[in-house]
């Protein structure tokens, strides 16, 4: 219960890339300090093309 | 040479890479009932058998005891030693207190064996003659934690025998420190006597000493003690949790009954949790002590509905759902046959095994399960279907709606339609799997022959998907109006429902995955099943990540290539892909090892406890059995962008690579990452390469013998190492054209962290695949064993092909 408190960081499970909130995706246009839940229903992984359905929390 | 036992067969290291080693526990008078009674009617046989099980559940090494009261210990171990030496591939540990029977069975077996055990019971007689046999036969040496006193109970004692034994054996008597095994003993924690509250704790520590201040020797454990007195579900719950704890500490081997740890993954954290409090004798801020507090939460387990529980309290209709959505095939036959008593097998399969199945797939829909769980549970309805179907009627299931399933023409790809068969025959339906490479007059031919009510088609690459496209007139002209069920990668809502279902006359559906054609199926036989359909405006439109700057610097300098024109290079040792294969994608994209609903530390757990030590197993039979056969054909080749084509010039001929231009900002084309022929002419690299095709014959098999599970992990790893040996020599070709001196290691990560890219032909930037034509005219692939087929198709499958760019501004992109 205690844990939820993490970075907010997200992997791809098709190529491994990591979204980091603290970075944003510059190759998506996407700000940093956007947090995974607020990316637009369109984005997709900058790496691979796979959309956020294809994403895991990592931490 | 590391420690290792070994039988007629094969040597086995005692040290696993994953450890424990397993020493099987139930071919023993003292501890196996069952084997007890066969003894005593000398059926010598039967007892073999029970040797031979273990091995087959995975243990590693089998311990044999025979002393029992009243009988001739002698003639039995020794004549079961002999037996065992014949048939059994593990290595045997020899169980007896008796120097004698040691002596005799030392000299009949034919390897290196164990001795289970020598103590300090006696003061040191019989140990220093169990020891010189040991040093005289080779053989190694389990050594109990007990002396006149008795066994030893807190960590202290433990050692101070161990080191006692140690000196005997190591200084006195001639052997290795890594001939010992020195068991700690334990205590059960489970009794309530309050002098053994800490009685996992001082084992835990004893092995911790052990490990650290007796170099080089072993230490082993007889887990199930820890337990005694609790009830069989709470003892198997709490035996694996002290497993794990005691092998953190560094315990080599355990003797268990292997069949009946649990993956520590597989127990729930709250579960683990109370095991560790009573096994670490924490007192929490409620009055109970941790063994009340234990007994307390497995009681109220034991009634909750679903729970598990090794007596007989279900029905035996509800034991057997139950081990199908766990994937838990101990004990199957036994419990289909009491089941055949009361149902007929159809019933069984409908009654039982098909909601079963159902239920599982609802699981997994909802994300509770995991994939590669559920193919375990269809390994379990595999395996009842097969046990029943001696005893069925051969009308049985006629009525079972039939599905077709063919990968189309020009296309291998087996494993899609393989899955979608698992599914759908393992949820009770007929599937008729003609194949791959089908063309669509065998697809007609065979939807006549077997009056199917589906058919199913699958491809990997678009060009399949164009195959689907073209066949579909010539379905509807065949007269068939069946519904047509389409999947792969590559096919998309949009594409099926505007270029494939306006040419048929029956439902055209897309399917994303063997679940969707699970649903469509089920629609099918409710007649609700309808075409797909597509609207531009409801669609999502994704967007095209990729660098915004449309400048690309036309000055850059052209590296100097090692050498021009193609080469060959079939000796690259596997082992060197092993730093670039993506683990992260294997596990969770391939293997399907998603963290889904399960909380970080519940996740890692899973990845530490079976994901990797699977992985590491794949590693060890690659280099072990040659799994995969790394090759390459790759060159560097002249060439100058005219446009949007790559011109490449090999031998006086030309080959032109047209690459398509993004139509909207900032229009990027792979083509302008190289020089124009007024700008001097560049150098693009190119390659093929491919693991063979040894890998794609075993994980076929593995599909033959119904091991759904590991089919998909074989198939997985072959992938993820066909991208690895990509990876790979990309950045062999960065370092000879000079351009890869800085770079970091990426673990296998796509981070493009590199300078150049390679585009993949068929990728985002470059979608077209008949530029394979080209490539394969000049760098003539085939030497390397890899061929094309009429879709573009590279075989064997595990191969991949690119264009080498070396500009710094190239990057993936999307067109
Ligand atoms: C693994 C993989 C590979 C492996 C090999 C393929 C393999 N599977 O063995 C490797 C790394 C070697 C590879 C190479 C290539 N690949 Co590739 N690869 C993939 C990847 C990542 C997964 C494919 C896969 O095996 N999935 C697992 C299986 C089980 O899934 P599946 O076949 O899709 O089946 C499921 C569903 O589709 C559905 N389904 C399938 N059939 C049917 C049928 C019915 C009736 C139903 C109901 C359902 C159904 O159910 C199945 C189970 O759930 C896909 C992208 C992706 N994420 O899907 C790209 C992808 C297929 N590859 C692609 C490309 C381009 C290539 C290459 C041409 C690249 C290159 N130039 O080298 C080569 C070609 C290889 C060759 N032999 O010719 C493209 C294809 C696009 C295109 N233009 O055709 C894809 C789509 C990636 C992309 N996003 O661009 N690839």
Redesign the pocket.
């Known amino acids: 219960m205690e844990e939820k408190e993490s970075s907010g960081r997200y992997i791809c499970v098709?190529c491994g890339y990591v979204y980091d909130p603290a970075q944003g995706d510059p190759l998506n246009a996407i700000a940093p300090g956007t947090s995974f839940d607020d990316l637009p229903a369109e984005w997709v992984c900058p790496m691979?093309?796979?959309p956020c359905s294809q994403f895991d929390p990592l931490d | 040479m590391k420690p290792s036992a070994s039988s007629l067969y094969q040597a086995v290291e005692l040290q696993q890479e994953i450890p424990p080693l397993l020493i099987g526990e139930r071919a023993n008078s003292n501890g196996s009932k069952r084997f007890r009674e066969l003894l005593l009617e000398d059926d010598y046989q039967s007892c073999l058998k029970i040797a031979l099980d273990q091995e087959a559940k995975g243990a590693h090494v089998i311990d044999l005891c025979t002393a029992y009261a009243g009988r001739d210990e002698l003639k039995d171990l020794t004549t079961l030693v002999r037996m065992c030496a014949q048939s059994l591939k593990a290595p045997l540990m020899i169980d007896s207190t008796t120097p004698e029977c040691i002596e005799a069975c030392l000299k009949i077996y034919p390897g290196r064996a164990v001795i289970n055990s020598v103590n300090l019971e006696d003061g040191g007689v019989n140990i220093r003659r169990v020891c010189k046999a040991a040093k005289r036969y080779g053989a190694a040496v389990v050594a109990l934690a007990i002396d006149e006193k008795g066994m030893a109970m807190t960590a202290d004692e433990k050692f101070g025998i161990a080191k006692a034994i140690h000196d005997i054996a190591v200084d006195e008597c001639g052997l290795r420190p890594s001939d010992l095994l020195f068991d700690c003993l334990t205590f059960t924690v489970g009794s309530g006597d309050e002098s053994l509250r800490e009685a996992a704790i001082e084992t835990i520590n004893g092995i911790r000493r052990i490990k650290k201040e007796l170099p080089g020797c072993m230490t082993v454990l007889g887990v199930s003690n820890i337990s005694f007195g609790l009830t069989p579900r709470a003892r198997r719950v709490l035996n694996s949790v002290f497993l794990h704890e005691a092998v953190s500490a560094g315990l080599d081997a355990a003797i268990v009954d292997a069949a009946k740890i649990l993956p520590l993954a597989r127990i729930p954290e709250e579960d683990r949790e109370v095991c560790l409090d009573l096994l670490f004798n924490r007192d929490t801020a409620q009055e109970k002590n941790p063994l009340m507090r234990f007994i307390d939460y497995f009681t109220d387990k034991a009634e909750s509905s679903d729970d598990e529980s090794e007596e007989s309290a279900h029905t035996p209709e509800e034991q057997l759902f139950k081990q199908l959505v766990d994937g838990d095939k101990e004990g199957l036959e036994d419990l289909l046959s009491i089941l055949r008593e009361r149902l007929k097998p159809l019933a069984i399969i409908n009654q039982v095994l098909v909601p079963a199945m159902r239920h599982v797939g609802e699981l997994f829909g909802k994300g509770e399960i995991l994939l590669p769980f559920v193919l375990q549970s269809a390994e379990v309805m595999k395996e009842s279907v097969t046990a029943l179907e001696p005893f069925m009627e051969r009308t049985d299931g006629a009525s079972a709606t039939k599905v077709l399933?063919a990968t189309v023409q020009g296309d291998?790809?087996d494993?899609?339609?393989n899955?979608?068969d698992i599914i759908l025959s393992n949820n009770g339906y007929k599937v008729f799997n003609i194949g791959i490479k089908v063309t669509a007059e065998t697809v007609i031919e065979k939807a006549r022959e077997h009056d199917v009510d589906v058919i199913?088609?699958?491809?990997?690459?678009?060009?399949s998907?164009i195959v689907m496209q073209e066949s579909m007139p010539q379905y509807r002209e065949a007269g068939l109006d069946v519904p047509i069920?389409?999947?792969?990668?590559?096919?998309t809502p949009k594409f099926v429902a505007e270029s494939c279902v306006p040419d048929y006359t029956g439902p055209v559906v897309y399917?994303?995955?063997?679940?969707?054609?699970l649903k469509?199926v089920r629609e099918h036989e409710d007649s609700t099943l309808v075409s797909t359909v597509y609207s531009e405006r409801s669609a999502v439109q994704t967007m095209k990540p990729g660098v915004k700057d449309t400048a690309i610097d036309r000055t850059h300098p052209v590296p100097s290539a090692p050498f021009v024109g193609r080469r060959y290079v079939e000796d690259i040792d596997p082992e060197q892909l092993f730093p670039y294969v993506n683990i992260e994608a294997l596990f969770r994209?391939?293997w399907g090892y998603r963290r889904g609903k399960m909380g970080a530390a519940e996740y890692r757990e899973l990845i530490t406890t079976t994901v990797q030590p699977l992985y590491e197993r794949l590693l060890h039979r690659t280099l072990e059995e040659g799994l995969i056969q790394p090759k390459v054909a790759y060159g560097y080749f002249p060439c100058h962008a005219e446009d949007t084509t790559v011109r490449v010039e090999v031998d006086g001929v030309r080959y032109d690579f047209a690459f398509p231009r993004q139509a909207e900002p900032p229009y990027l084309c792979i083509a302008d990452y190289f020089k124009t022929e007024q700008e001097g002419g560049d150098i693009a690299g190119f390659f093929v390469v491919t693991i063979g095709d040894r890998i794609g014959r075993e994980t076929a098999q593995l599909y033959e013998q119904n091991a759904y599970h590991d089919y998909?992990m074989l198939?997985g790893f072959?992938?993820?190492m066909?991208?690895a040996l990509?990876e790979y020599w990309h950045a062999v070709m960065r370092q000879e054209l000079g351009i890869g001196a800085e770079e970091l290691p990426t673990q296998g990560l796509i981070s493009q962290s590199y300078q150049g890219s390679r585009y993949?032909?068929?990728?985002?930037a470059c979608?077209d695949?008949d530029v394979?034509q080209p490539l394969f005219a000049f760098l003539r692939p085939e030497a390397i064993g890899v061929s094309l087929t009429e879709n573009?198709?590279?075989?064997?499958?595990?191969?991949?092909?690119?264009i080498v760019a070396h500009h710094p501004q190239a990057k993936y992109f999307a067109v």
Request: one cysteine or more; a negative charge.
């Open positions: 098709n691979c093309y796979a | 399933l291998v790809h494993i899609g339609k899955l979608v199913g088609l699958s491809g990997l690459l678009v060009k998907a069920l389409l999947g792969g990668a590559a096919l399917c994303g995955d063997a679940f969707a054609g469509a994209g391939r998909l198939h072959s992938v993820e066909t991208d990509a993949g032909f068929g990728y985002p979608p695949l394979h573009m198709q590279m075989v064997p499958e595990q191969t991949t092909s690119a």
